[in-house]
T-cell receptor, first 113, second 118 residues
Framework: TQLLEQSPQFLSIQEGENLTVYCNSS?????LQWYRQEPGEGPVLLVT?????EVKKLKRLTFQFGDARKDSSLHITAAQPGDTGLYLC?????????????FGTGTRLTIIP | GAVVSQHPSRVICKSGTSVKIECRSL??????MFWYRQFPKQSLMLMAT?????????EQGVEKDKFLINHASLTLSTLTVTSAHPEDSSFYIC??????????????FGPGTRLTVL
């Protein structure tokens, strides 16, 4: 059962445009991470959010955790070709112990120069 | 910090042979490591959770006798695919949780191993 649904699944836009990727669940998570993965490589951690309503910015990327900690969004401003990749959200249910992460379905982003 | 390596990066083997993949945390100790499998254009599927000094916990549908996991130290976990067959061909990725990240529940990933079984 896939507990984290990402949308859109695929997105192809022109360089300079803005975009938003969504990560939704019916379950509450104690933390949520966003990763970016390039072909043939492992995912790279971009950000972690732990507080409902939390907003974090990483240069042109803005991440938000929903108030109820069931959803998250990633907004990219003025997309660049280097933003191309597979974006994965992942939720954790416990802050302590060996809790595994639940990964989202993924969003494959292509930025066209 | 938080660098995870995997070896080998790619391996091609004949059907019926066994393949061992190593996952190392280079600059931190990891009591818990995770093994994932990723099919083309899909998200990550957790195979098992590897705990240092104890038996691994396998996800439903993953054969523990097929995918042997050993977590012998705080910096090394190994995955052995036994009697590999073409359907085992995939991209295998490990991740490690650092002590300092127990609160934030973050995992750091290795670069992956591409396994091709002929």
């Amino acid at each position: 059962t896939q507990l984290l649904e990402q949308s859109p699944q695929f997105l192809s836009i022109q360089e300079g445009e803005n975009l938003t990727v969504y990560c939704n669940s019916s379950s509450v998570f104690s933390s949520l991470q966003w990763y970016r993965q390039e072909p043939g490589e492992g995912p790279v951690l971009l950000v972690t959010v732990v507080t409902g309503g939390e907003v974090k910015k990483l240069k042109r990327l803005t991440f938000q955790f929903g108030d109820a900690r069931k959803d998250s969004s990633l907004h990219i401003t003025a997309a660049q070709p280097g933003d191309t990749g597979l974006y994965l959200c992942a939720g954790g249910r416990s802050n302590f112990g060996n809790e595994k992460l639940t990964f989202g379905t993924g969003t494959r982003l292509t930025i066209i120069p | 910090g938080a660098v995870v390596s995997q070896h080998p990066s790619r391996v091609i083997c004949k059907s019926g042979t066994s393949v061992k993949i190593e996952c190392r945390s280079l600059d931190f100790q990891a009591t818990t490591m995770f093994w994932y499998r990723q099919f083309p254009k899909q998200s990550l599927m957790l195979m098992a959770t590897s705990n240092e000094g104890s038996k691994a916990t396998y996800e439903q549908g993953v054969e523990k006798d097929k995918f042997l996991i050993n977590h012998a130290s705080l910096t090394l976990s190994t995955l052995t695919v036994t009697s590999a067959h073409p359907e085992d061909s995939s991209f295998y990725i490990c991740s490690a949780r650092a002590f300092r990240d127990l609160v934030r529940n973050e995992q750091f990933f290795g670069p992956g191993t591409r396994l091709t079984v002929l």
